[in-house]
Every structure is written in C-alpha cells, then in structure tokens.
C-alpha cells in the first residue's frame, strides 16, 4: 500500500517534494497540502490530485495523511514537528531542525520522550551520488586518512535578501552536517573570517565568509559561503588525505569546447544541482516508512548538531575569536 503524504509548505522546495512524491518516487501518494499562500496550495493540490487543507494542523491530524513532509518557513519547524510527534506520524523535516537552538533541543527532547525516531532531516547532500562515492572513496582508505576537507559554497543571489546570520544557519549549515557525515566525527572548535564584501552586499552584512572547523581527531574542515557571487550557484568538496586527495567537482553538468572556447552551463538554484539527490532522498524516506530499509539520512541528533555547530559559528563570528563547541551526550535512541 503506498504511504499517503501531506505537505505543509508549498514554496519551492515543498512543490518539488511534492511532484517527486506523487510523480516520481514509488510507494507514496501526495492526499493533502497547505500553505498560507491558499492559492498556490491549491494549485498544488489540483495538479496532483490532492485537497488543499486550511491549516497545518489540519494537514497532520487528516485521516488520509500517514507521514508528513514540512517544507514551512525555518521559524515553524519546532512547532510543526511537534505537532507531528504528538500525532504519532513520520515527518521528513526539511532542515534546519529549528530556527533557534533552544528549539532543536525541545524537538529532539519531544521525541526522545517517544522513545522511537519519526523525523528524517532534510539534509539531501547525503544521497547525492558525488558524496556518496567521495565518502566511499573515502572510507575505502586508499588515500589514507582524512587531514583537511575543503568546502565551496556559492550562489548567485541571497534568495530572501542577504542576512549574515542566515548565511550560517541556513546555508553553511549543509557543510557542516556533509563534512561531519564524511568524517563521522563532531567538530571541537570554530572559527569565523569576514574580509572585503561582495558588490552586493548591504551595510551591516558580511559576505563572504569563511569558517573554519576542526573535528574532534583534529581534521581541519573550511567553508567558503559567498551568498552573492553573482555567477551561478555551485558546490565543490576536497577531502586532502595523507596519501593523495579526493575532489567532487560541481555535479555532472557538462564542459561544451567548440569554435575556440569551453564552458560549462551553470544552474541559477540549488534545485538544478541536487535534483537526484532530493528524489533519492524522497525514495530513501518512504522505503523507510514501509519497512524497505532501516533508518536513512539525517536524524534529529545529526540536525542538533548541527543547530549547536552553526549557533558556535554564529558566536566565533560575532566575537571575532575562534569559539569551542561542547557535544553533549548522544541520547540511546540515536545510537545506531
């Protein structure tokens, strides 16, 4: 039987789940979404044979909905994956965990006291094919053990206007999680370097970035975030290893040479680089849900981690020193 999905969110990203949902991943079928923008729900819900529901809250108790995907604004995640958690019902919960720390705690406090893991954390780099064999490549020891791992991240324009603070909590955020998923290990210390700002940057803002993390067995892990680099969004990881360094370069796209020149076709948004991923991510979710697989991608713990990674980087930035990172105790239920 196919797992029936609501959607709270139908911006970009929670359209996009939506189609794959409905169009593209087996076993599932997309019964309910809402989002405050009524008609662009209900345009969703026409396309996909779906209702359009008048609350969140409406989209989570719906006899119809077995699991739930919460692709709302970061400052309703707590509250949504709360009511997801009382409910009894799987989430797939786009990162981040919350939009505070405070927040991610009492999520992960939520369903600690359930005693059993209902949210899968939309950190989608995990099932993009680049990662996954740079991780195998990785693991495999051929070039040894990891020493440095080199992260860049850009995109042509702040989405949603630039604010430095978001440039970590909201973006950065996905190099701290891939870099500590490669390495499985957590970071000890932080530290945030701001130069000369882009042509598009406002007063007050900072942007460029670069962070720096070193892990608990001492690997350095860097972050260049340019939110307004004007050209183009792309994502590169190094991993420089004792015996010889690994490269993911900028997904699968391809280098055209002709009439004297070569180029490479750049996507404006995220959605053209990890399309695979996100689809993959889709499919992981709900083999899950129908007992296919055992636990897949992110947990609450991993987006904990993160929430406390990026509220040290946020501080180190601020204070202008590099800022210690204290890991707390790994509750059982995520011990797997």
Known sequence: ???????????????AHAVSLAREVSGSTVTAVFDVA????????????ARSLPSAQAVIEDESVDAVVIASPDDLHAEHALACLAAGKPMMLEKPLASTLEDAQRVMDAEVARGEQLIMLGFMRRFDPGYVALKASLASGDVGEALLVHNIHRNAYAAYGLDTTLSINNSAVHEVD????????????????????????????QDPLLITFRTT???MVTIEMFMTARYGYEVRCSVVAGNGILDMGDGTFITRTSQGSRGQDIPELWLGRFGEAYRAEMQAWIDGIRGLSGPAGASTWDGFMAAVSCRAAVDALRRGEAVEINVPDRPAIYSN
């Open 38 to 49: 009524a008609e662009r729900a209900q345009a969703v819900a026409a396309d996909l044979d």
């Open 1 to 15: 039987m196919a797992i029936r999905v609501g959607v709270i969110g139908t911006g970009n990203i929670g359209t």
């Open 217 to 219: 067995s001492k690997v």
């Open 178 to 205: 891939i870099s500590r998923w490669l390495l499985d290990e957590d970071y000890e210390w932080v530290q945030v370097l701001s130069g000369r700002p882009g042509p598009d940057v406002p007063d007050g803002q």
